[in-house]
């Protein structure tokens, strides 16, 4: 019998040891911690939803009424024939010179930070420059369009023209681009280029070969974003000579007069149609956001499934 | 003896290859090494230039015109403590949300979120970070502006210092979620294994274990989340008015201008001071002002996520 309460009285301690470590009680603060969190997170994106809901309710049925006239029309001062066309076309130049400049030089000169460049302080401090120019805030870069591609080079670009524009934005994306290519340098296994070099190939045969092949998805991914960034940068064009209201292309112009004359970008023209106090321009700014957001999570977009797709774990 | 008799056969140089590969070889890197140059020269370009023409600035204007009652380039008055306070306004709202917001997701998507749940979250936050300036300014002036910030302060103007602060808040938020969470992310798993061995909840090992090992890459989410927010332009030019200048005022209900608007407001013309030739040089030294301030961030910053590299 005693022995038998004794046995009840230690199973009724071990169940209360047993439930004091496991903790059944709930915790509220626990539960009020991860709540809060939860709960920053979905601000976060709340806040993203009701951007494109807005956005969408502002400018969607104009987008939809117009459709493709508002993407080929010229801006304008009437609201109802402005369009984003010249916009896109200057965009889509811009981009040409962040393709054509920007991504030779950049992947290059990752290269040569990368593989080539012995670890000394020069190289550092090569490394530790280009980390900071990508810190470097737009509009600054703007200051250098101005500065020098706008006045100084005037006699090349024709001052306040898409060259300028483009160049500026070259010079702007052109540290990003190092900083994402050194990075998908860098993933690929030194045993790989080890290989290479054991089976008597140079350097250059290595990295052509071996190097560039494996590290081509993340490069390839850092572009993308690179371009869907230089779509969306603005501040650096204002100061770089671009168009904020409307301009007439005159006929029959060659290449050199298209690129030496001005322009506009989508971004420019969404800002300079969110200032205006009308409610008709405030749709079209709408509609030209939704155009250029269509734009940039398509690139974006593309850039996550590529990288989901390539990510290899070595 | 076997050395002997092994070195008249093989010498270093027949080891170099032919000529023509050596020669393709130092041409390939020769262009490299061009492409590494460019890049370094651009940065000196754009130090040279704001420096060149800061100094033209500085030079030539009467220094009293540097404190007065705003930055009124119109009328020739360069009041720096108007579009400096301007900044700090804007700067202090902006991590005032984003710093509690991101910092919040961070840890949720660091340390409560099930591994499916951060797949799919993690590329959304990247999407919201790369909405571009422009957009949010517009979402600024056309949305909080109305919603949040007239009523606030019951004013009738949409152009405030408030909703430029929001909108440059909600701009940079992704950002310090995503720095931070990746410093997070990288705190080894045995530093968790081991406070939970001791009995300790989720909430204290996040807050006591993981947070306090990560805090060097936290605080470098907050530092470069500050030089973005200072270096912000769009939303400010948007938002926040005052293209025609501003007069000194740390409301965040009025109007106010930062370094980076009135930088924009000069060189769309609307500040054009059209007998005053300075308000071209004027640009560049508030351009190297800027560029001063975010370097000191940056590097400030990267020093802090290096220290915590050699941490781990």
């Excluded at chain 2, 409560?112 to 990247?126: D, N």
Aim: positive net charge.
């Amino acid at each position: 019998m005693a022995g038998h309460s004794a046995s009840l009285a230690s199973a009724s301690a071990q169940e209360a040891v047993r439930r004091a470590l496991t903790g059944q009680r709930i915790n509220l603060g626990q539960v009020w911690f991860q709540a809060l969190l939860l709960g920053c997170l979905v601000v976060a994106l709340g806040i993203l939803v009701s951007l494109l809901a807005d956005v969408i309710q502002l400018g969607g049925g104009m987008l939809v009424e117009r459709g493709v006239d508002f993407l080929t029309s010229n801006t304008s001062s009437n609201p109802a024939i402005a369009g984003v066309g010249q916009g896109i076309f200057g965009s889509l130049l811009i981009i040409f010179f962040v393709v054509t400049v920007a991504f030779p030089i950049g992947i290059g000169a990752a290269i040569y930070l990368e593989e080539y460049a012995r670890d000394t302080r020069l190289t550092r401090l090569l490394n530790a420059a280009i980390r900071n120019l990508a810190g470097v805030p737009a509009i600054v870069y703007g200051l250098l369009g101005l500065g020098i591609f706008v006045l100084a080079l005037s006699w090349f670009t024709g001052g306040r023209s898409v060259v300028a524009g483009g160049l500026t934005m070259a010079a702007l994306v052109m540290p990003i681009v190092v900083i994402t290519t050194a990075e998908a340098l860098r993933a690929v296994p030194q045993s790989i280029r080890e290989a290479g070099f054991g089976v008597g190939a140079t350097k250059w045969e290595v990295i052509r070969h071996h190097v560039l092949p494996y590290a081509a998805p993340g490069i390839f991914t850092g572009s993308i974003l690179t371009i869907s960034r230089a779509f969306g940068e603005t501040a650096p064009l204002v100061l770089a000579g671009g168009v904020l209201g409307g301009f007439a292309a005159p006929p029959g112009k060659g290449i050199v007069e298209t690129l030496q004359g001005p322009y506009t970008a989508l971004p420019l023209i969404i800002f300079n149609w969110a200032r205006e106090p009308s409610d008709a321009f405030r749709q079209l700014s709408a509609a030209a956001i939704i155009v250029l957001l269509l734009i940039i999570l398509l690139l974006n977009g593309a850039a996550i499934l590529l990288r989901n797709r390539f990510e290899r774990a070595w | 003896m076997t050395g002997a008799t092994l070195t008249p056969k093989l010498s270093l140089t027949d080891l170099r290859g032919t000529p023509r590969r050596r020669r393709h070889e130092a041409f390939v890197r020769a262009t490299f090494l061009a492409a590494a140059g460019t890049s370094v020269l651009i940065s000196l370009l754009i130090v040279a230039v704001l420096i060149g023409q800061a100094w033209t600035f500085i030079s030539q204007i009467d220094l009293s015109t540097l404190v007065s009652d705003g930055w009124l380039p119109r009328r020739g008055r360069y009041d720096l403590a108007t579009i400096i306070a301007g900044t700090i306004v804007i700067s202090a709202i902006a991590m005032i949300i984003a710093t509690p917001l991101g910092l919040g997701a961070a840890v949720y998507l660091s340390e409560y979120a099930s591994p499916r749940r951060r797949r799919f979250l993690k590329p959304i936050i990247e999407l919201l970070a790369g909405i571009p300036s422009v957009v949010l300014g517009f979402y600024a002036l056309a949305v909080i502006a109305p919603s949040i910030i007239q009523p606030l302060c019951g004013s009738n103007s949409l152009f405030s210092m408030g909703a430029a602060g929001l909108g440059v808040g909600i701009l940079i938020t992704p950002l310090i979620a995503s720095v931070a969470e990746d410093a997070m992310h990288a705190v080894p798993l045995s530093l968790r294994e081991a406070s939970y061995g001791l009995g300790a909840r989720k909430r204290s090992t996040s807050l006591r274990v993981v947070i306090p090992a990560a805090v060097s890459g936290i605080v470098a989410a907050l530092i470069l989340g500050v030089s973005r927010a200072i270096g912000e332009t769009m939303v400010v030019s948007i938002a926040a008015g005052a293209v025609g200048g501003s007069v000194f005022t740390i409301n965040p209900c009025y109007p106010g201008q930062t370094m980076t608007a009135a930088m924009t407001a000069l060189a769309t013309g609307s500040d054009q001071a059209q007998g005053d030739a300075l308000g071209f040089p004027s640009l560049f030294f508030v351009g190297l002002l800027l560029f001063g301030v975010t370097l000191v961030l940056n590097v400030i910053s990267e020093r802090f996520v290096r220290a915590f590299r050699r941490a781990y």
